[in-house]
């Protein structure tokens, strides 16, 4: 079964320095997202990404966050000068529909910032 | 606001037991609705999903999830729980004309031999 694949499992980074998180969906899907989740607290919406914009941002998405598809086939989240509070797993979904199709999930990048 | 409460941060249940996890969620109009499990160092999989129609939704592992309009639940169900059950189960929802998934808070299963 096709899946989403992310990449690095886990990434530590000194607070203020630029990370990129990469992701691979599943070949045929259209619709991209990035979700985060702080340890212990609920999975949150970042953004989601359709035809090569934007189509939904959350307000933590704020200026620090970039999202790209530079080829046919990676996704990645870049997060611009981290801060300690970024800490946290990293979901890629995708999707092949907007809402009427479940998005399904790669398993995650683990940010740590020091 | 949307939201997706799951009022069970943790169940324990012996194996072979059935189970029950609790969903409700607060929507304007009817939400898509989801269940996911995450195990440890795993990312989200997807059970089940409800989208219309009929109520009672059959998903992967032998779970099932019934959505009840009147109590605005979309409760999880499984008759005999196994121990590789045990992980994180995640309900989720988004509005029939959006895509941003709203999750719950988790309920961590647990499962005794």
């Known amino acids: 079964e096709p899946e989403v694949t992310q990449t690095p499992s886990h990434q530590v980074t000194q607070m203020g320095q630029e990370v990129i998180l990469r992701c691979v969906p599943i070949?045929?899907?259209?619709?991209f997202y990035w979700y985060r989740q702080i340890l212990g607290q609920k999975v949150e919406f970042l953004v989601s990404f359709y035809n090569n914009e934007i189509s939904e941002k959350s307000e933590i998405f704020d200026d620090q966050f970039s999202v790209e598809r530079p080829d046919g086939s990676n996704f990645t989240l870049k997060i611009r000068s981290t801060k300690l509070e970024d800490s946290a797993m990293y979901f890629c979904?995708?999707?092949?529909?907007?809402?009427?199709?479940?998005?399904?999930f790669g398993d995650g990048t683990r940010l740590s910032i020091l | 606001a949307q939201s997706v409460t799951q009022p069970d941060i943790h169940i324990t249940v012996s194996e072979g037991a059935s189970l029950e996890l609790r969903c409700n969620y607060s929507y304007g109009a009817t939400p898509y609705l989801f269940w996911y499990v995450q195990s440890p160092g795993q990312g989200l999989q997807l059970l089940l999903k409800?989208?219309?129609?009929?109520?009672l939704v059959q998903g992967i592992k032998g779970f099932e999830a019934e959505f009840k309009r009147s109590q605005s639940s979309f409760n999880l169900r499984k008759p005999s729980v196994h121990w590789s059950d045990a992980a994180e189960y995640f309900c989720a929802g988004v509005t029939g004309g959006g895509n941003k998934l709203t999750f719950g808070t988790g309920t961590q299963l647990k499962v005794e031999l």
């Open positions: 979904a995708s999707s092949d529909a907007y809402s009427n199709q479940p998005q399904h």
């Open positions: 409800y989208f219309s129609g009929d109520t």
């Open positions: 070949s045929n899907h259209l619709y």
